[in-house]
Nanobody, 116 residues
Framework: QVQLVESGGGLVQPGGSLRLSCKAS??????????INWYREAPGKQRELVAG???????NYADFVKPRFTISRDNAKKTVYLEIDNLKPEDTAVYYC????????WGQGTQVTVSS
């Protein structure tokens, strides 16, 4: 399976926002059948699941990210987005995505750093 590619991270001040993207290859012709999850790995901590979106677009979130995180998908662009509002220093992590029903090797992730 082809890796998903994460992007959109950066250095942001507390209270700011970011929109992360998880893009599939054009070879992923069944992207609309993929359940996509976002994870994050903070320094010194285990990778954790933060949000997911079903084939029908139904989102689910870890309790600790509600209501600041919003996950959405655009099947025409083969992309799942994760919008993070009111960023906090504890959101600092590398963010990854993967397909829960079509697991593949982890991508490089995208670094989010929240600091003043």
């Amino acid at each position: 399976q082809v890796q998903l590619v994460e992007s959109g991270g950066g250095l942001v001040q507390p209270g700011g926002s970011l929109r992360l993207s998880c893009k599939a290859s054009e070879r992923d012709i069944d992207f609309d059948l993929l359940v996509i999850n976002w994870y994050r790995e903070a320094p010194g901590k285990q990778r954790e699941l933060v949000a997911g979106i079903s084939v029908s677009g139904l989102p689910n979130y870890a309790d600790f990210v509600k209501p600041r995180f919003t996950i959405s998908r655009d099947n025409a662009k083969k992309t799942v987005y994760l919008e993070i509002d009111n960023l906090k220093p504890e959101d600092t992590a590398v963010y990854y995505c993967n397909a829960a029903n079509s697991w593949r090797d982890w991508g490089q992730g995208t670094q989010v750093t929240v600091s003043s």
